[in-house]
């Protein structure tokens, strides 16, 4: 299990776990335009802006990040939403493995890498993926059972690249996934737009953010290090995570119960 590192905060934002207004994005993500979800339909969506005036918005003219967005949190009637215990897709901390299994299969976010047959042989560590990929990369699902066997923590996150691809391909990966978060949890409570691999160690993950999933736990996006390589991770946890305040010339750091 990857080991945290300081969380750095450059910026506090109060948690807003269910921001009405939103951006709401072009097919091909070149305009915007921001308000507050009202209704849909099989084709459409209503939206308010802030002169309270309200646009119609066809589906097929929307980014997919946004239709995904309506997909999971304004379903229509028969399509399935996530229960309010899901942290991730449908996934809710304390499901059994045959649970997770079948919630997966079922999933229309993530998809397998492996035949069905091999999932004995190999166990579900990081045999599924997202089927879009979060900013140009592949993002792995991993995950940590109780003794008990229930679901205590997902980790999605992408594969080793070599430091030299912060910019091109790390930084964008991690600057979707603070999107994705936002959309999904609201503002995090904790910001740091700066990411550093410098002061990672092997084996290690830095969280740049923190969204509170109310009494459900934390979600935590950062970089980790495996050997020489880095990766842009997502980790949903049980634990309830709070940033410790950060007084002159001391570090950061969180405090775990």
């Not at 945290?4 to 993500?29: E, F």
């Not at 998809?111 to 993002?139: C, H, M, P, W, Y």
């Not at 740049?208 to 980790?224: I, P, Q, V, Y």
């Amino acid at each position: 299990m990857l080991r945290i590192l300081p969380l750095v905060l450059l910026t506090l934002a109060p948690a807003i776990l269910h921001a009405a207004p939103r951006p709401w994005k072009s097919a091909d993500g070149t305009r915007s335009v921001t308000g507050e979800f009202v209704s849909r339909d099989e084709t459409s969506i209503v939206i308010r802006r802030g002169d309270r005036k309200e646009i119609t918005i066809r589906l097929d003219q929307l980014h997919p990040d946004d239709r995904s967005w309506i997909a999971a949190n304004q379903p229509l009637p028969g399509e399935g939403a996530p229960p309010p215990s899901a942290v991730f897709d449908h996934l809710s901390f304390g499901d059994n493995r045959d649970t997770v299994l079948k919630k997966l299969q079922a999933s229309k976010l993530v998809e397998s890498t492996v035949e069905e047959t091999f999932f004995a042989r190999t166990g579900l560590n990081g045999v599924f993926k997202t089927r879009k990929q979060i900013g140009g990369l592949d993002a792995l699902l991993y995950f940590d059972w109780t003794p008990a066997g229930g679901l205590n923590e997902v980790t999605l996150h992408t594969k080793a690249l070599p430091a030299a691809d912060l910019d091109d391909r790390l930084r964008p990966c991690w600057q979707e996934f603070i999107e994705l978060l936002t959309t999904l949890h609201g503002q995090p409570a904790n910001a740091n737009m700066k990411l550093d691999l410098a002061p990672l160690e092997d084996g290690s993950i830095s969280c740049t953010h923190l969204w509170k999933l109310g009494n459900r736990g934390s979600a935590l996006l950062g970089a980790a290090r495996q050997g020489d390589g880095y990766q842009i991770a997502v980790r949903f946890t049980t634990e309830i995570i709070q940033p410790v305040p950060v007084s002159a010339g001391s570090a950061p750091s969180l405090q775990t119960p």
